[in-house]
């Protein structure tokens, strides 16, 4: 089912454990007038109830997530027949983590020691249908392509996650 978007507004729910952090950047997004905060929550159920509740177009979300982990989400959000787009915001991610993400359709990943200002710009992106990837997480790419014995080597690379490690995007 398709929504339409408010005055062109990009409707954003945040999904991470730490309330400090949600509220600074539900604040500072708000501050961007395309941008929409349209939820914060906690937990990986909290969010659930909101998607189902609320038409949401982009969902940052946090990999670790106290008990829970972001990419449980995804593929929860995705049976409840959420179609937007999800970008992590995240301290840091191993290398598997981040092709595990990208696998799951995963718009980007974007470190939270960045600029703000560069989280806007990634979100845009995201939106736009576009990859956004830290320079860490290029370099983790990097190095699983190099080093696969890092990862699950019965699973090949998907064709997306081939065209993001040689610099593709949609």
């Not at 978007?5 to 604040?27: N, Q």
């Not at 718009?107 to 960045?114: D, M």
Request: negative net charge.
């Amino acid at each position: 089912m398709e929504r339409e978007k408010p005055m062109g507004k990009i409707r954003i729910l945040l999904l991470d454990d730490h309330a400090l952090f949600r509220e600074g950047l539900s604040r500072l997004l708000e501050s961007e007038p395309d941008l929409e905060m349209a939820a914060h929550c906690a937990t990986v159920s909290e969010a659930k109830d909101i998607l189902s509740q609320k038409p949401i177009d982009l969902v940052l979300l946090d990999y670790d997530l106290g008990r829970d982990r972001g990419l449980e989400f995804i593929a929860g959000a995705r049976k409840l027949g959420f179609e937007g787009r999800f970008l992590m915001v995240t301290a840091g991610m191993r290398d598997a983590e981040s092709i595990e993400a990208l696998g799951l359709g995963v718009g980007g990943i974007f470190l939270k020691h960045s600029s703000p200002a560069l989280l806007a710009q990634a979100i845009r992106k995201v939106m736009a249908g576009e990859t956004w990837l830290d320079e860490n997480a290029i370099q983790s790419l990097v190095r699983v392509s190099k080093h696969p014995e890092g990862v699950d080597q019965t699973k090949p690379f998907t064709e997306r996650e081939t065209q993001v490690l040689h610099g593709g995007v949609e």
